[in-house]
């Protein structure tokens, strides 16, 4: 079905949890409470729904009355915010840590308490207010890894607007489409952000983008590197001169929200087009992102929890936002790259700030492998307790190392399956589940997974098939911006009553889930998810490209590479000048992670009699592998 030749995965070893593990366990019976969350869902989540502060409690926790649009807790008014924020300024909580920062240099540490987190959300929050932002606009922030970006975040979600953040890693067609598409008003951005010790220019990247859409009216920029850029007046503000406006510095309600209101968007690549603009809500998602976070880590006061993903993605909003402050941790957020200035640079921090929970990538555990055992080793990493992996599948190779060089034996690892569009963990350990090196293991409470064939069967053991869940959960994205009929298509048409997450996955004889990769057209690059038909569309927009085919290969650290195959336009002659020039405007439209790895020059593209292009030909013959079914190939 896929052909991902890379991950070898034995099923052979077992890696149970030490007594230390489970006697801090929050949950140290998996299987009883799985079964309670699958019998009764409504009970279940209706129960700990109660633990949040609602200011009108729902009518129904669970409403299926118009499939596959559900919604969770309707009739329920609150705001994420009252209960990331507010609800802790009332108790111990205010003065604890919610934000430790170390700057890419190391020479700026910056440190918020609830209290002061409070503080800067609400002048963040007065400020939108003052250039009119509404309940229910869309606000486009683009960013670098700093903590305006939360402050930012939470101050849309304060007011009752959503937000739409933009990675700071995207160019400046994927910021544009993604502004015009959510026909933002405003834009909220940084000078720059630092990176290897050099300056990223997003302000200028979001010029570019800017003078390519019509719906910004207003932009805030955020001082970070203080060099020097371009401001238009009357539409770009520093920041820091807001904050001298007197309006800014009153106070600001949290605005009391339907569970059902949309809280962002966030883009995300598929199958075909543009990217998608998925919708998560204040209730269901702030219930299912904090009982994740709650269990899968099983968090407590005393952590300092460290997720090393960007608040960019969905691992950033749900598990460096949101659920962390839902549950009054104290998190910790780094500037810059993982081997800057050296390759010790994470596990000194992890040192220098005690952290108890490391959340990575594959990719970030392989890149940090290469440069050897000397590194970590040079540092206490005895703080660390429990380790989490995210993005794509670990090859065993690096779970060990991750597991004995980093754990030290001693801390378990969360494999951790989900997506953009499920808002939370789906299939993952608690920390007492026995683990197997590869495996996400088994699904969180209420998740009803399967793997089914192509019939829509459950396929048999060992057997690889599609992965499927059975049952809506509470974070489940509620559809696609202006899209509805792309969100029936996209995910609920093969199997009707079943979500369809785009991975194929094998069960193995303990139930144990075994993620092998994506069926679709989606490439992901060190964990970036990407789609080829962003790649394509960003090299037809060069003068000398007639037609473009990306396809994603196996590769030792990033897990995927992009190569590319390019018709040329009469008059164009191939060139190594061109590659490299091709590569660069992909670069310039997307992003720097989006570069293809290789450009090659065909004289047509292999295609369907349909037209179709047959990336799955392309992929098996730059792979070596037999080309499969060619009876759909035109001549
Ligand atoms: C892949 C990231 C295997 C998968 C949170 C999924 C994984 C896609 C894992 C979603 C994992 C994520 N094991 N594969 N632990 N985690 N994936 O939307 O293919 O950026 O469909 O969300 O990443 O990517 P997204």
């Known amino acids: 079905m896929s052909d991902e030749a890379g991950i070898k995965q034995s099923e052979g070893e077992v890696y149970f949890p030490s007594q230390s593990v489970i006697d801090n366990a929050h949950c140290k019976d998996y299987d009883s409470m799985y079964k309670r969350s699958i019998e009764d869902p409504e009970k279940f989540w209706g129960d700990i729904a109660e633990e949040f502060e609602w200011s009108q409690k729902w009518d129904k926790v669970y409403d299926e009355s118009t499939p596959p649009f559900f919604k969770w807790f309707t009739g329920g008014k609150t705001n994420i915010v009252t209960n990331a924020i507010d609800r802790h300024l009332k108790t111990f909580r205010k003065n604890k840590l919610a934000l430790i920062w170390e700057s890419e240099s190391g020479d700026d540490v910056r440190t918020y308490s ?59 067609e994927a910021l544009a489409e993604r502004i015009e598409d959510a026909q933002s008003k405003v834009l909220i951005t940084a000078d720059g952000g630092y990176m290897r010790g050099k300056i990223v220019n997003l302000k200028q990247i979001a010029d570019e983008a800017l003078a390519r859409q019509g ?53 995300t690549s598929g199958t075909t087009g543009r990217p998608k603009g998925v919708i998560h809500t204040h209730g269901g998602y702030m219930v299912y992102t904090a009982t994740t976070f709650k269990y899968v880590f099983d968090i407590n006061d005393e952590d300092r929890y460290w997720c090393a993903a960007d608040p960019g993605w969905i691992t950033g909003h749900s598990y460096i936002v949101y659920a962390p402050l839902l549950n009054g941790s104290t998190s910790f957020m780094y500037e810059g790259a993982p081997n800057f200035p050296y390759p010790n640079r994470w596990w000194k921090m992890i040192e220098k700030y005690g952290i108890t929970i490391l959340y990575t990538a594959p990719t970030a555990i392989r890149g940090l492998m290469r440069f050897g055992n000397a590194w970590p080793n040079r540092h206490d990493l005895s703080s660390l307790r429990i380790l989490g992996s995210v993005g794509e599948p670990i090859n065993p190779e690096a779970w060990k190392w991750y597991y004995e060089v980093i754990g030290k034996s001693n801390c378990p690892v ?108 989606v490439i992901k690059v060190s964990g970036y998810r990407l789609g080829t038909a962003e790649i394509e569309s960003a090299l037809v927009s060069h003068s000398a490209v007639a037609e473009a085919a990306a396809i994603g290969l196996p590769h030792d650290v990033k897990g995927h590479v992009i190569h590319c195959y390019v018709v040329l336009r009469a008059g164009y002659a191939a060139s190594d000048s061109l590659v490299e020039e091709l590569k660069k405007h992909v670069g310039h439209e997307i992003g720097p992670i989006a570069k293809p790895e290789k450009v090659n020059f065909m004289d047509s593209l292999p295609k369907t009699r349909s037209g179709k292009i047959m990336r799955r030909l392309l992929k098996a013959r730059a792979l070596g592998l037999p080309e499969g079914d060619k009876s759909t190939l035109e001549e």
């Open 215 to 267: 719906t910004i009216e207003h932009c805030v920029v955020v001082r970070r590197t203080g060099h020097e850029i371009y401001m238009e007046p009357g539409r770009d503000y520093w920041y820091h001169d807001l904050l001298s406006v007197p309006v800014v510095n009153q106070p600001c309600e949290t605005e009391q929200v339907d569970a059902e209101t949309m809280l962002f968007i966030l883009y």
């Open 114 to 172: 609830y209290f002061s987190l409070n503080r800067e959300v609400i002048k963040f929050a007065n400020v939108l207010k003052s250039m009119g932002v509404q309940k229910g606009d869309i606000v486009t922030i683009y960013m670098p890894r700093v903590p305006e970006l939360m402050f930012a975040m939470l101050a849309c979600a304060k007011i009752g607007a959503a937000h739409s953040v933009v990675y700071g890693g995207f160019s400046v």
């Open 414 to 521: 969360m494999d951790t399956w989900w997506q953009t569009e499920t808002g939370g963990f789906m299939i993952t350990p608690l920390p007492v589940t026995p683990l197997k090196p590869g495996s996400a293991t088994r699904p969180f409470f209420g998740i009803d997974v399967d793997v089914l064939d192509l019939d829509g069967k459950s396929a048999p053991t060992g057997e690889e098939g599609i992965l499927v869940i059975k049952k809506p959960w509470p974070a489940i994205m509620r559809g696609i911006l202006h899209d509805p009929e792309r969100y029936k298509q996209q995910y609920w048409s093969k199997y009707t009553t079943m979500y369809e997450a785009g991975d194929s996955a094998r069960k193995d004889k303990d139930g144990y889930i075994w993620v092998i990769g994506r069926l679709d057209d």
